[in-house]
Each structure stands twice: as C-alpha cells, then as structure tokens.
C-alpha cells in the first residue's frame, strides 16, 4: 500500500510538472501570436512567414485540443470562429454612442466653426482633430484590466446586441492590449468595413450559392457581424478601424490625437490619414485631399469626421440630445455618372404599391455596378419628364441606393417613348386602384403572387433567417411549396434540395436557420408580419406596450390610439390587419411553429402602470433613447402632464410641464435621479 502512495505521489507530481509546462508553453504560443497578428494585420509588417506561423498556430491548437482546460480568454484559436448562437442578447452601453451632425458644404464647416468659437468663448484659431468617416458597421469594444470581453453594435446608441464571438474572428482586434499596464476598464469605438476587393469576391460566392447579394461593403459588413455561426464572419476578411473610446477606468487623455496614438501602440488599428489641424481652412484642405484620393482607397468612406482636439474643449462645447457638438460629419457629395435607361418595368411590392424601375446600362457609380433605379411613382416620373431611351444622371442616394438625379433632355434623338403604366397588376393582372390621398397606384388582390413573395422576403428578413435569399424565397413562391407564412417551418431537407443551387450542406444550414427563427423576440416578429404602417419602431412600441400577441390582436382602434406615437393610420392598419380573416387564420397557423417572446417586464419590476412626462434636453440620453429604457422596464410614456402622472423628468430649459409639476406636487426626477430609479426597479 505504501509503496502505491509513493507511485501516486509520483506520478501526481508528474502530471503537475506537465500541466504547469503546458500551460507555460500555451501562454507563451498565445503572446507570439498575438504579437505576429499585430505585425501582419495592423502595422502590415510581418516578422515571419505564413508558414512559420501556421506552424506556431497549429501547436497552440493541438496543446489546447489535448489540454482544454489549459486554455486562455483571449486564445488566437477563438478567431477561426464555430461558435453557434441562438440568438444575440442585448447589452446596455456603460456611455452613450452618439451620433453625428451632418454638414455638406464650405459655408456650413464655417457656421460650426463660428459655433465653436461662440461656445468655447475662444477668437484664436481653435484646434480640430480630422480623420476619414468610415462607411461599415459602428462597435464598442469593452477590455477588462486588457483583455477583450464583450463587442456590441451601436444599436439604438443606448442599447446594442453582443457580437463579441463575431468580432473576435477579425484579425485586427486586439484580444489583448499590448501593454504591460492596460486600463482596469476601456470602452474603445470602432468601425467594422469589408475591404472593396473581399465585397465583390464576396457577392461573387453569393451568386454561385443562390444567396442574397449585398448592395454595398457597410451592407455586407452589417450581415457579417449579424450571423448567429461566428464561422461564417471568420471565413469574410473583415477590417476594424478605432476612432474613439467610451467609458474609462484607469487611464485619461487630454487630446483625441494623443488617444489615437495610444490606441495604435495598444494594438488597435486607426486610420493613417488623420490630422491635426489649426483652424478651419487647415481642415478644408485636408477635405480637399482625402477627396482626391477616395477613389483608391481599398474601403468606402462618405466623407470626413472634425473634431474638437482637446477633450475639454469636447466637453466645454456639451451635447445635443443625440449628437455632441463639438464633433461633426463633413460629408462628400453623392457620386454622379450618365447611363441610358433602356426600359422602365413595374415591381409589385407586398402592400400592393406599383413601383416603376428604370432599367439601366451597366454603369459604375461609387465603386458599385448600377443597373437598376427607382423611379418612385407617375407623379415623380412626369415631373422629370423621364422616357424610355433617356440619359441620365444616376447618383447612390446617401451612396447607398441608385436614385436618377436629372435626365439630359439635350442628348434626345426623337427616339424617345413616355411610358404608360399599367392598368392591371403585372403579377396577378387584377386591376389596380389609386386612393385620393395617395401617390401610387396599388394592386388590390391579396392573394397576388408578387405580393406575397415581397411579403415573405419581408418576413424571412424580419425574423433574421440568415441563410434564406430572396432567389429561393422566388423558387419557393413560384412552386408553390410556401403559400403561407407557416410554410416556411413545415419545409425539409428533401423538398430544399429540389430546388436550384442547393446540397445537402446548405439545406442543412437553411433549416438550422429555419429553426433558430422560431423564438424570435416579440418587436422582431410584428415587424416581420408587414402589417401596414408597422416599420421596426411601432413594432417596438406595441411590444413593449402588449405582454403577448393575442392581447395586442384585440385591441379597438381607440385603445391603440392611446399609446404614444400611435396615431390613427397605424391603429386602423393594425386592427385591419388582426380583424381580417385570412390573415387571422394565417397567423394561427404560423403560431403553431413560432412562439414570440415577450418584451414586457410588468411583473418583473416597479414601473408596470406607471406614467412618466420627458420635458427639457438631457444631458446624455434623447428623449426617445430614455423613453425606450422606461418602457422596457414597464413605464408608461405620454406626453401631458395629468394628475395621474407619476414622474415628470427635467432636463434642461424644462418649460411648462415642469411648473405643472411642481405645482401638482409630482415626483420631478433629473438624469441621475431617473437612471437611479430604473436600476432599483430591476433589483
């Protein structure tokens, strides 16, 4: 027995020797790697081969498959991505994410010069901070005592969803900062793009596999960091470039240039063209130059972002309700190329609205090949005076959708034909109505095929199903195998690979897709229903006003017209839309497969059935950001203040509503008391 002990012992004392080694080796392989991905991804200076650190990378994997146990927070092997959510959850970011003001013109940059002098009481030459306005995805990156653990959207600027598995496949993230003595907490703000090259390779596989195309780089950086398999962002050469920080813990800065460069030593990518400028013409000529070199820049940017150097200055200049002051976005003008239209067609769209589109020759306009463009409707096309056989100027409206500026009526050569709409629909040839109060003419049958293929593109994008292209979702419609939305649930692998561009690999992820889509949030699947007038704001407004479908479907039009923000065009839709009784009988069916969640927290919390009235600017928080905190925690938002009104929050310059208040006796909350007030509501 004893001499078993002594083997024990032994062989205990090996295995801890062999553990501590391994672990050694595990963190040492982890800090080389890093450093190697910081030399090739950020400073574009690699120190050894790819072959050299495949070899390096393939030992840390093969350590941590055999020693699972053994394996760090911030692993390089954590980028290859696999990870497989269900669902992102939402975070709440520790500071705001703002906005930015937007300006176009010399003569603006000169007012909101003139205003920072005014609000900084200064007649010197003031000291801006400019660098490129990146045109991709905004991120908080959120590092504990230097070692990255959460990575959230922008959101609504207050709350954002937790891409953190996504982010980590992007080589250029730290997931370490290199320094020996990191901040106890930093919140750095970035820009997520896909480099203009790896979007039209991209799109490219996209095609080949039946998928949706993306209509730009932002576009595709976006859906990137929304897929549910980290997997899939892993395998797109994703880029992030920092700009900002948020909140910070253990470190300060006096200037946004010096916070920069201590971000680029930290690891982090920032932009190489960025300036710091004295005065207001200094910045112009930096405008000037970046806009002779946007065209060979490797990613889209849509112009350039001033701002205030000094934090203090920042700081002095305060904040609008959804933007700071001191910051602006100068943006470039649309880019404009001529193209014939070579025929106008009709869309049908899933209210029924005729849609004319004008049918280009190819043409590159900002980096992207435009062959379509929207004409709107008659009233739009007659007051251009638009005809098949026209050139036209087309320009990307906010460099994203393909709009027609001006036709050039000196290019005509008698050729040219008006185009006459049509007075059935395209699809379904019912005949097509317009009402007096509107602008476009409608097809009026809802059983209308194109109708319902845009409704059910609008429900598969609604409820996030990643891997279903508008390509199949036309397959499916033409086949008849959805006719309605419950469809969608009830398909198999068997039928999938009937169809064009699928095996047996894609219809399994189609149908993981399919499943994870069957408990979406309950704001998520209003939306998606494409009721009438419901975009993704009132979606979020009913939810968080209705604990479940069922109680919001039997709702009046007067009661509806009670919840803020719900005006009677909505509650009539919205009744319409429950009250019918296809779709009635639809959504039964579809409830059967897919469960919503709901949103409300009144039983969970001690703001269900309380009123509140926003009055003044907050410091921090714009009305409908602190609107949305209190409703999902149950409170109630209107917009007078009543006897029954429970808190009256003040913010700046707060008016009337505040004298009321104090004169009623009402409980009259600040920021600080308010935010108080929703954290002790959720103890």
């Known amino acids: 027995m004893e001499y078993l002990n002594v083997v024990r012992k032994v062989k205990f004392g090996y295995l801890q020797t062999m553990s501590s080694s391994v672990a050694k080796r595990i963190q040492k392989l982890t800090e080389l790697l890093h450093h ?51 669902k992102f959850k939402k975070v709440q970011h520790q500071k705001p994410m703002l906005s930015l003001s937007n300006i176009h013109d010399y003569s603006q940059l000169v007012e909101f010069d003139e205003r920072m002098h005014r609000l900084l009481s200064q007649e010197q030459p003031l000291e801006y901070f400019v660098e490129l306005k990146f045109d991709g995805l905004s991120m908080n990156l959120t590092y504990v005592e230097g ?47 896909l ?64 916070c920069e460069d201590l971000l680029s030593t930290w690891g982090f990518k920032v932009s190489q063209f960025r300036q710091r400028c004295l005065g207001i013409e200094e910045v112009f000529r930096f405008y000037e130059r970046v806009k002779n070199l946007r065209s ?86 007659e007051r251009k005076d638009i005809r098949v056989g026209d050139h036209a100027v087309i320009q990307r409206a906010g460099d994203v959708i393909p709009e027609i500026v001006r036709i050039l009526p000196e290019k005509r050569t008698g050729q040219e034909k008006s185009f006459l709409f049509p007075k059935k629909c395209p699809s379904c040839h019912y005949p097509v109505e317009k009402k007096a109060e509107e602008k476009v003419l409608r097809c ?116 509806l017209c009670q919840i803020p923000e719900i005006g009677p065009g909505i509650a009539k839709s919205t009744v319409n839309y429950f009250q019918d009784p296809l779709s009635a009988q639809a959504l039964k069916k579809l409830l059967h497969y897919v469960k919503p969640q709901s949103l409300v927290l009144a039983k969970l919390n001690g703001l269900s059935g309380k009123t509140f009235v926003l009055t003044g600017t907050l410091p921090h928080y714009s009305r409908k950001q602190m609107q949305d905190l209190i409703q999902k925690q149950g409170g109630r938002v209107t917009d007078a203040v009543s006897k029954k009104t429970d808190y009256v929050i003040a913010g700046e310059d707060p008016g009337s509503k505040w004298k009321k208040a104090k004169e009623w006796g009402i409980c009259i909350l600040d920021e600080e008391g308010v935010l108080a007030l929703l954290q002790s509501s959720l103890l």
């Open 147 to 193: 070692i990255l653990t959460q990575a959230a959207t922008r959101g609504d600027g207050t709350f954002g969803e937790d891409v953190t598995q996504n982010v980590k496949t992007i080589r250029s993230v730290p997931l370490r900062l290199q320094t020996k003595k990191p901040p106890d907490y930093l919140e750095v703000r970035g820009e997520v793009i």
């Open 195 to 258: 480099p203009t090259e790896a979007f039209y390779a991209l799109n490219d596989q996209q095609v080949q596999k039946n998928l949706k195309v993306f209509a730009n780089p932002r576009n595709a950086a976006a859906g990137s960091m929304r897929q549910l398999d980290s997997a899939i962002a892993a395998s797109r050469p994703l880029d992030l470039f920092c700009y900002g920080i948020g909140k910070v813990e253990g470190a300060s800065f006096e200037t946004v240039e010096s």
């Open 444 to 559: 009026t049958y809802l059983h209308c095929q194109a109708q319902f293929q845009e409704r059910l593109s609008h429900f598969v994008a609604g409820l996030r199903i990643e891997d279903l292209g508008e390509k199949t979702v036309e397959q499916l419609v033409q086949k008849s195998l959805v006719e309605q939305f419950a469809d969608i649930f009830k398909l198999s692998e068997e039928v999938l690979l009937l169809l064009e561009g699928f095996a047996e690999k894609s219809a399994q992820q189609l149908l993981e897709s399919i499943q994870r889509a069957r408990k979406p949030q309950l704001d998520d699947f209003l939306y998606a229903l494409g009721i009438r007038h419901v975009g993704k704001r009132i979606a979020s407004i009913l939810a968080h006003s209705f604990s479940d479908i069922s109680v919001l479907a039997v709702q009046t039009q007067e009661e």
């Open 296 to 381: 060979e820049l490797p990613f889209e940017i849509d112009g350039i972002v001033i701002k205030l150097n000094q934090f203090s200055d920042l700081e002095q200049a305060g904040y609008l309700p959804r933007s700071p002051r001191g910051m602006v976005a100068f943006k470039y003008p649309p880019t404009q190329e001529v193209s014939q239209i070579q025929g106008i067609m009709v869309q049908v769209g899933r209210t029924g609205a005729l849609t004319p589109v004008a049918l280009l020759a190819p043409v590159m306009v900002g980096g992207v090949w435009v062959r379509r463009a929207s004409l709107h409707n008659a009233e739009e096309m």
């Open 36 to 86: 190697h991905d910081f030399r090739y991804y950020v400073l574009d200076d690699p120190e050894i081969s790819d072959a050299q650190y495949d070899t390096l990378f393939r030992e840390l994997q093969r350590l941590e498959s055999r020693f699972p146990h053994l394996m760090v927070s911030d692993s390089p092997s954590l980028r290859v991505g696999g990870q497989v959510l269900k």
